[in-house]
């Protein structure tokens, strides 16, 4: 298997007996969208959180950009340069848009704790400079009438945008989205769908992305990579695997 950006080898991870991923590996290219699909309790999840830090595998390794990132925390992974959103929201309902872009700013800030509450003058340029970053995604986004709102005043895709937009703040190589189409309309979808085409397109962001909307994966995705109770059981182009007969029993069904 070539060597990738993300380098993904023989990963198992087993929950008190029960293997949630069963030597999983696949390699993402620079630039590429790749997809991740499977039934229900495949393991995607699983997978993302494996390679985000919040699990530790139990066998195999994790390679981004090279490094050996498989036993780092959440917070070092995020500081190679990888970005994440969840299946379900995790906004700061109590914080504005513009301020929840700025806290995925942070994540690369190098000022301390004691720094930002005495508002050192390092803290003090953090923050002047995350702000203005916020304002520019959320132009780029064409977001800026929902600066200044909360989270909950906005439609559920909306919602799924400024997380988006959050993990754009990060200015991270590599954006996994964990069910980004989840609970939108089919406008929101193709809205979601341009921005992603767009980010990849102007900024050679790399994307990997759960997701269970199959038309719009089949549209997006330069490779997909099909999970089964835990093992993979498909890897190729959108054809490829919409044709595989292992991917139309497990998981497309037989009407596909």
Known sequence: MSQGLLQVTSLLMRFQGITALDHVSFAMEQGAITALIGPNGAGKTTLFNCVTGMYTPTAGKVHFDG?????????????????????????????TVLENLMVGAYLQGSSGLLQGAFKTPRARAEEKAAQAAAHEVLAFLGMQDAAQLRPSELSYGRQKQVEFARALMQKARLVMLDEPMAGMSAVEKTAMTVLIQRVRAEFGVTFLIVEHDIPVIMDISDKIIVLDFGRKIAEGTPQEVQSDPAVIAAYLGTDH
Not at 69 to 81: K, V, Y
Request: glycine content about 10%; aromatic content about 6%; hydrophobic content about 50%.
């Open 67 to 95: 490094a050996d990132i498989t036993a780092e925390p959440a917070h070092m992974i995020s500081r190679h340069g990888i970005a994440r959103t969840f299946q379900n929201l995790a906004l700061f309902g109590g914080l």
